[in-house]
């Protein structure tokens, strides 16, 4: 399940803020579905990513209420079959697999395939342990697994959750280091597989990442005085999917509209319900 990120609030001066709109505002004037930022092409299929102000359902509980007018719908790839995927695709929608990535789950079917060793602390979410993501060895597989199920049902694009554990009480001393070769590991896999894949929060490594990452999902930015720092990824033609679940809407549109994000409000069980901008 999604975790808002849990760090700090980081307070910027209005006038960082006046200059990254104002550096972004004339790149999102259009609201096209998909750019081409090269390099994007796997075995000769052009990867999907998304562009500045696409529109956005994000939806992990519940049954999905496929009659919401977005371009791009993120649904939970194991709740959901290969027909609600060819649904979506049938009105016209592109499709991101939501995947825990930093976390295992006892209530997945392939919870047997985390071995004790690589669980630690829980996450926050009943069910969850973080992952101790230096074991490659043990999780390039699980996680090649759990993409191709995606693939196989008709996914376009992962959202991998939980990839910035190097900041939490996981109980492993994971670095900053370790973070980045975990989620280029899963951006690798992602697009071998065909798939395009998000950067989910883990704000501090955007600049390390942008190249390896198509897009960014990101949870509370306004919250946390932190959205300049996705700025990186609107300059280089992909989408900010962005939410925040605290703040009225009056708080943060004005803010990441001008810097091109799709955002909107959303409850913290992420069922149907949302308030975008």
Known sequence: MAVPARRP???????????????????????PSSVAVPPSVVAGKQRWIPAPRTTWQWQLS?????????????????????????????AGREVVCYVNAGAAEDFRPDAAAFPPAVKGKNDGWP?????DI?????????MTARFRQCRDKGFDAIEADNADSYAE???????????????RMLAGIAHRLGLSIALKNDLEQVGDL???FD??????????????????FIRAGKAVF????????????????????SSMRKNRSLDAARWPC
Do not use: K
């Open 242 to 261: 962005h939410v925040e679940y605290r703040l009225p809407n009056e708080q943060f549109c004005p803010e990441t509209t001008a810097l091109g994000f």
């Open 127 to 131: 069910g969850e342990q973080w992952l």
């Open 62 to 90: 519940g049954t999905v209420d496929t009659t919401v007018n977005a371009q791009v719908y993120d649904i939970d790839g194991v709740d959901n079959s290969a027909d609600v995927v060819a649904a979506l695709h049938r």
């Open 210 to 212: 942008l190249p390896d």
């Open 169 to 183: 009480d996981t109980g492993f001393p994971l670095t900053g280091a370790d973070q980045l070769s975990y989620n």
């Open 215 to 232: 897009f960014s999902i990101d949870e509370s930015c306004a919250e946390q005085g932190q959205c300049d720092l996705l700025v990186p």
């Open 134 to 142: 230096r074991r490659q060895d043990i999780l390039a597989s699980i």
């Open 9 to 31: 609030a980081r307070f910027f001066s209005v006038l960082a803020a006046f200059l990254a709109a104002f550096l972004v505002a004339g790149s999102c004037a259009a609201a």
